[in-house]
């Protein structure tokens, strides 16, 4: 099996592609880097099939995982917890703490319990790149950088998993993904929202991430319309992700229409940049979204997308 000889796999989760090593195997584990060109102190997320063996990569079990993992697991929820004697500096990124999650996609379930242990893996990007939701997507970002590539179709969530760290006495969330912060308030009372000065690094929150290669601009939704025309006036090509069809037919626009529906645009949204990513615009105009919580991871990845200064 290419895992345990030491290959990357490529494999889908619900959320998105992920690029999976053994995490026992710190040379495989280094492969990841460098296929990434992700810099070696940024930690990675362990993924297990499900929650039974996970005493043996934590110091301790904090007492918000058994309903936590009740609640959500298998899915799109990953949690920071003390690591153990069996988790290597290349996985954490040489921090004392580690990721983990029970993924629920049935070729990760399968990959996994055939595989027999842990997978280590980061999204199959380059570092600070747009996730892949399609297996055409990973071959694109790494080429023959990975060899192998488990083609399980589109991800139905399309936004990396919600990460939670336990390793305070209050839960904090770190990352916002489908898994919301009320569901998760539901379930254990109470958490802090975001980095504090003392936690962790998350590659997925420094500011320039996620990002497609033209430059991305944030436009309220009243404003789309005056904003295309100005760049047009200046000969400048336009490419849109709104949430309803234009206006008008314009010459030099490229639009698409992501709806309303927060799953459906969550689901896209990715392969959206990629597509307006390719259509040769100088700008890409990104409509301002909700503002209601469910959005919230949305609205995290569109504000990275657009924070890069190029
Ligand atoms: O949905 C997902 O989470 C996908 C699929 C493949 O599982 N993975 C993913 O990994 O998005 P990615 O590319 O974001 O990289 C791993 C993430 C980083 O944001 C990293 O900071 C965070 O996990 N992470 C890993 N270990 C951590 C730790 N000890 N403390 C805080 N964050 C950690
Ligand atoms: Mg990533």
């Known amino acids: 099996m290419a895992l345990r000889d030491g290959n990357l796999v490529a494999f889908p989760t619900e959320t998105v592609y992920g690029l999976g090593a053994n995490a026992r195997d710190t040379a495989a584990l280094r492969k990841i880097f460098e296929a990434k060109g992700r810099p070696a102190d940024h930690p990675l997320i362990l993924h297990l099939d499900n929650a039974r063996f996970l005493p043996r990569w934590v ?10 993992a009740k609640a959500f697991w ?43 242990g842990g997978i280590a893996a980061p999204s199959a990007n380059r570092y600070g790149r747009v996730s892949p939701t399609r297996p055409e997507h990973v071959r694109e970002e790494l080429g023959d950088a990975v060899g192998l590539i488990l083609d399980g179709g589109e991800c139905t969530i399309g936004v990396e998993s919600t990460i ?7 839960p ?3 990352r916002p993904g489908s ?8 379930v254990i009372g109470p958490i802090e929202v975001g980095a504090d000065a003392a936690a962790p690094r998350v590659p997925g929150s420094t500011v320039q ?23 047009l006036r200046d000969s400048r090509r336009v490419a849109v992700l709104a949430q309803r069809p234009p206006r008008k037919a314009q010459q030099g626009v490229t639009w698409i229409n992501a ?30 979204v909700s503002t209601l919580p469910e959005w919230a991871a949305v609205r995290d990845r569109l504000s990275r997308a657009a924070a890069n200064p190029r």
């Open 59 to 68: 110091a301790e079990v904090p007492p918000q995982l058994e309903p936590l």
């Open 74 to 116: 298998p899915g799109p929820l990953t949690l920071v917890m003390r690591r153990s004697e069996e988790c290597s500096d290349v996985l954490t990124g040489g921090q004392d703490t580690v990721a983990i999650r029970v993924p629920a996609h049935p070729m990760a379930q399968q990959l996994l319990t055939a595989f027999g």
């Open 164 to 170: 939670l760290s336990l390793t305070e006495p209050k």
């Open 172 to 174: 904090r969330l770190l």
């Open 179 to 186: 898994i919301t912060h009320a569901q998760i308030e539901a």
């Open 209 to 231: 991430h996620y990002a497609p290669s033209s430059a991305v601009a944030i436009v309220p939704p009243t404003l789309l319309e005056s904003r295309i025309d100005t760049l």
């Open 259 to 288: 709806g309303r529906r927060l799953d459906a645009y969550q689901r896209d949204l990715y392969a959206n940049l990629r597509s307006l990513d390719k259509a040769g615009a100088d700008l890409i105009l990104i409509e301002e």
